[in-house]
């Protein structure tokens, strides 16, 4: 009987551990499945996820001790005590490490429940082994029971393996579903197919491309920022109609190759390079590794296809001089010759309006979109838009009905006179300048939120700390989250005599809010500078 309780106790504890792994497998999932990215994680997180199961564990070992050697008569049933306890903690360990208000929380995908499935294997294979070595080894030893307690301590360890375990069949079924998606374009021959990339702007260039395609064609923008192969395919799978007569299809990465990769899923004709900056350096390493993976995608073009360049940056011009296929400039500060440029720009609370300069036409356009780089991103799609036999007024009027993409400097309505500007999707170097410049256009008092910036690799501390100089420039207030990632901020703002008193940092986005609307008043302007996910929380 005593044999059956115990092996009942080691696979509720197998079990438990099951639901202790939900928030190991929630930052896994918003870093990529990638196990490296985790393990990055778990280094940085090390106290946080590791001090409750080693304390935990270290009395239980303690304790079973002492019973085995100074109570042996009764070690069975004080194990069986301890046990429970044991198990209860790791579920409350599971319920407290929960992100409570997650700003993205854990999608429970096909993948997902697939990996929660080897998570159990593992759990369930580790509890197997460790009763056996219990129940045949150390029984009626000092060190009885003792094997039980490891468990707790392999919180980290199960989603590592498990994911290890499950990429196999991750991989075949992403392969089946891409032939699938790939089928389902090869059949569309008349299909208009789009690429985008870059470092920043490629979610606001596909919306503000695919509004003004829209008064042409029927274009299929796909949602958010679907710009992986997956995400691409399930476009493409599930959203994809006969109807169709464009897709535009954004294209993210993360490591050199991941752009020619989905070229090959969706064989673009038409390429837009939006930019090229130090985003994701921690795994591009350096910027010209950067600049090639971007060009991917001028190199997976066509003969008779046409590459669109922004000719405001020095290593996009370098890119566009060396391309041999049809190919377009566009501009707003570059004074060279472009083949298209905004001209004229003024920007207020209502947007902006600016001269489009095409060829030998001059259009005034009109948009609710805020900032220059904007203007560039709409003068890059506006240029794509002409090429494909859009008119002049076609143009001008998709360009006024363009709306501003969530979370990219989007003018939030209010009710009480503060003014709110919403840029809390990815900041990036080039971004929180031109938010800066946005906001040194308002009148009032100008208050700034913001986390900083990351994924700069080795320059992430430098970019921020010239973050916080530019700020200086502009802010009244700054409001920073996350003490220790923000005190690069910290310092470039009282390198340039922003005053101490006028710097808050709290540890989190929600108690920065609680605070911040106690003390902002009718004509202030607010600005949420970046978002970092919860992986990054402190």
């Known amino acids: 009987m005593t044999t059956y309780i115990l092996i009942a106790v080691y696979a509720l504890c197998a079990a438990a551990m099951v639901f202790g792994s939900a928030r190991l497998v929630h930052m896994l999932q918003l870093e990529g499945y990638k196990n490296k990215n985790l393990v990055h994680w778990l280094g940085e997180n090390m106290p946080m996820v590791f001090k409750v199961p080693s304390v935990v564990s270290f009395c239980g070992f303690v304790l079973m001790l002492i019973v085995n050697t100074v109570f042996p008569l009764v070690s069975f049933y004080v194990f069986i005590i301890l046990a429970v306890v044991y198990i209860l903690l ?27 499935v080897f998570i159990s294997i593992f759990y369930l294979f580790s509890g197997t082994i460790l009763c056996l070595v219990d129940l045949l080894v150390l029984s009626g030893t000092a060190l009885s029971h003792m094997p039980f ?45 789009i690429g985008i990339t870059g470092s920043y702007g490629k979610t606001s260039c596909k919306f503000i491309l695919g509004t003004i395609l829209s008064e042409k064609f029927n274009v299929l923008v796909p949602p958010s920022s679907f710009n992986t192969p997956m995400g691409l395919t399930r476009v493409i799978r599930e959203q994809m109609k006969p109807s169709h007569e464009v897709f535009i299809a954004e294209m993210g990465a993360r ?38 993976t971007k060009y991917e995608l001028a190199e997976s073009l066509p003969p008779d296809g046409c590459a669109f360049f922004p000719g405001d940056s020095d290593v996009c011009r370098k890119l566009y001089d060396q391309t041999t296929i049809e190919k377009k400039l566009f501009s707003v500060d570059y004074t060279g010759e472009s083949d298209i440029r905004a001209e004229n720009i003024k920007s207020g609370s209502y947007g902006s309006r600016f001269e489009l300069v095409l060829g030998g036409e001059r259009i005034i356009c009109e948009t609710k979109l805020l900032g220059k780089h904007n203007i560039l991103n709409i003068v890059g799609c506006a240029s794509v838009a002409h090429r494909l036999g859009l008119s002049a007024a076609q143009i001008r009027l998709g360009i006024r009905k363009i709306q501003p993409v969530e979370h990219r400097l989007q003018m939030l309505p209010t009710s009480n006179g503060i003014t709110v500007i919403d840029d809390a999707f990815n900041a990036n170097p080039s971004g929180v300048r031109a938010a800066m410049e946005v906001l040194s256009r308002f009148e009032g008092r100008k208050v700034v939120v913001t986390p900083g910036m990351v994924e700069l690799g080795d320059q ?14 502009v802010a009244d207030t700054v409001l920073l989250i996350g003490p220790k990632h923000t ?19 709290y540890r989190s986005l929600d108690e920065a809010a609680k605070v911040l609307w106690t003390q902002v008043a009718p004509g202030d302007v607010v600005i949420f500078e970046n978002d970092l996910p919860d992986n990054y929380n402190e």
């Open 255 to 292: 490591n050199m190759g991941d752009i020619k990769e989905l070229c090959d899923l969706v064989h673009p004709k038409f390429g837009l390079l939006t930019s090229v900056g130090p985003q994701h350096l921690e795994t591009f390493g350096s910027i010209e590794n950067i600049a090639k």
């Open 90 to 116: 790791i579920l409350i360990y599971a319920k407290k490490s929960r992100v409570e208000n997650a700003k993205k929380p854990l999608v429970y995908t096909s993948r997902v429940k697939r990996l929660f």
């Open 487 to 505: 005190r690069p901020i910290y310092e470039g703002l009282i390198e340039c005599g922003f005053k101490k008193e006028n710097i808050q940092v």
């Open 460 to 473: 992430e501390d430098t970019e921020n700390r010239a973050f916080g100089r530019v700020m200086a420039e």
């Open 149 to 193: 307690f490891p468990l707790f301590l392999m919180v980290g360890i199960g989603v590592f393996c498990a994911n290890i375990f499950a990429k196999p069949i991750e991989k075949a079924v992403q392969h089946w579903y891409m032939n699938d998606a790939k089928n389902k374009l090869n059949e569309r021959s008349d299909l208009i197919r």
